[in-house]
């Protein structure tokens, strides 16, 4: 699916610097227990965020669907010219992604994000950085919302092995063992795979989670809810760094 859903696309009015707000420094617990992640700039970040992610992921899927094409009928050593730069986009995509997931901005990052996707517990922040709390709050919504943690853990599966395979192809020798490297058709393969991922399973959860219906109480916004799970980070620190002797790093009773 190209574009969202017209009931989707009625984001906040007003705009904000993506990167302008991730730069913003301030205490996230200390001054109003976390009440700054209901400010309407707040849910405009994540909208915006997803939104450049989406826009320039849905590019590079079809940027890496033509390459897979094309190379199949390449000589070897014309594979890292090629691949080179998809690689670097990849990267780029990451860190994209890394606006409204926790945590995520190298590939590196992307397989323990799954895990915790798989295993429905996201991390507490382990940093004091408001996009970190803005990025675990959401993270826990997307667990709770049906079934979604699981196609968030499935598609960033999918992400991590289409980057390793743009990895080896980046630094493919002409002298490589054919079966040191994956073939084209396994790349295409594993892009539409990633595509599916995408497009069928994590995309459509992940707007219905980001995006208010028209007709939502006030108490069920994404606002209120971002700041909700984040005030409950802020009482959980309160609490679990008070001598209780819990790992501050889990959550509440976990």
């Known amino acids: 699916m190209a574009l969202a ?14 990167t302008s707000y991730a730069r913003e420094e301030f205490p996230v617990c200390q001054a109003d227990g976390g009440a700054w992640a209901g400010e309407p700039r707040a849910a405009r970040y994540i909208r915006g965020s997803f939104e450049e992610f989406d826009r320039q992921f849905g590019a ?8 897979a094409e094309r190379s199949a ?7 890292p010219t090629r691949f080179a730069p998809l690689h670097e986009e990849m990267k780029a995509n990451i860190a994209r992604l890394g606006r409204v997931l926790p945590r995520m901005n190298r590939p590196v ?7 915790q996707f798989e295993d429905g517990a996201i991390w507490w922040p382990l940093g004091d ?16 919302h049906q079934n979604l943690g699981e196609h968030l853990a499935i598609f960033l599966s999918s992400l991590e092995r289409v980057e390793a395979q743009l990895l080896d192809l980046k630094y493919a020798e002409p002298d490589d063992a054919a ?3 994956p073939s084209p058709q396994e790349l295409a393969a594993a892009v539409r795979s990633l595509r599916e991922d995408w497009e069928d399973g994590a995309r459509p959860g992940m707007m219905r989670v980001i995006y208010d219906r ?27 760094s008070g001598g209780e002797g819990r790992d501050c790093t889990t959550g509440p009773g976990e």
């Open 5 to 18: 859903p017209a009931a989707f696309l009625l984001a906040s009015c007003g705009h904000v610097d993506l």
């Open 73 to 79: 009928s390449e000589p070897r050593a014309k594979w």
């Open 179 to 181: 079966s040191d490297l």
């Open 214 to 240: 028209p007709d939502i109480p006030d108490d069920e916004t994404l606002s209120a809810r971002l700041q909700a799970r984040v005030a409950a980070i802020c009482a959980g620190y309160d609490t679990c």
């Open 60 to 67: 590079f899927l079809g940027d890496l669907e033509q390459a």
């Open 109 to 115: 990052d992307v397989p323990p994000l799954a895990g």
């Open 129 to 144: 950085h408001h996009t970190e709390y803005l990025g675990v709050a959401l993270s826990q919504e997307f667990v709770d």
